[in-house]
């Protein structure tokens, strides 16, 4: 359902190496989404960082990673998957103590 939007688009000369597959660095980027740990400390079981980063930033400046998310939530909420009248935020808080 999201392939079509987040599927790389080659260049004209067809220069490079092949494609990732966009299914597996979808995933890689959430990881890095849902545990907030920088790119360079990707797992080695998935894609390299670096590829993972500049797929990502292409998705996010051509609209595609919001494109991508909508279609997804669109069709959770169809099936009665997805509610978005419910939230949770994490309250989690630290008090700065002071010359910390």
Same mark, same amino acid.
């Given at each position: 359902m &999201?392939?079509p &939007? !987040?599927?790389p688009?080659? %260049?004209? $000369?067809n220069? *490079? *190496?092949?494609?990732q597959e @966009?299914? $597996?660095?979808l995933n890689?980027?959430?990881?890095? +989404? *849902? @545990? #907030?740990?920088?790119?360079?400390e990707?797992?080695?079981?998935?894609?390299?960082?670096?590829t %993972?980063?500049?797929? =990502?930033?292409q998705?996010v400046?051509r *609209?595609?990673l919001?494109?991508? +998310?909508?279609? +997804? /939530?669109?069709h959770l %909420?169809e099936? #009665?998957? +997805?509610? !978005? $009248?419910e939230a =949770?935020? $994490? #309250?989690t /808080?630290? /008090?700065a103590?002071?010359?910390?």
């Open positions: &999201v392939e &939007v !987040l599927r688009q080659r %260049c004209a $000369d220069r *490079g *190496g092949p494609w @966009t299914r $597996d660095l890689d980027v959430l990881w890095i +989404l *849902g @545990t #907030g740990a920088q790119w360079r990707m797992p080695e079981k998935y894609s390299p960082w670096q %993972c980063h500049r797929r =990502f930033q998705w400046r *609209g595609e919001e494109e991508a +998310l909508q279609r +997804l /939530s669109k %909420c099936r #009665g998957r +997805l509610k !978005l $009248d =949770f935020v $994490d #309250g /808080s630290a /008090s103590k002071r010359a910390a």
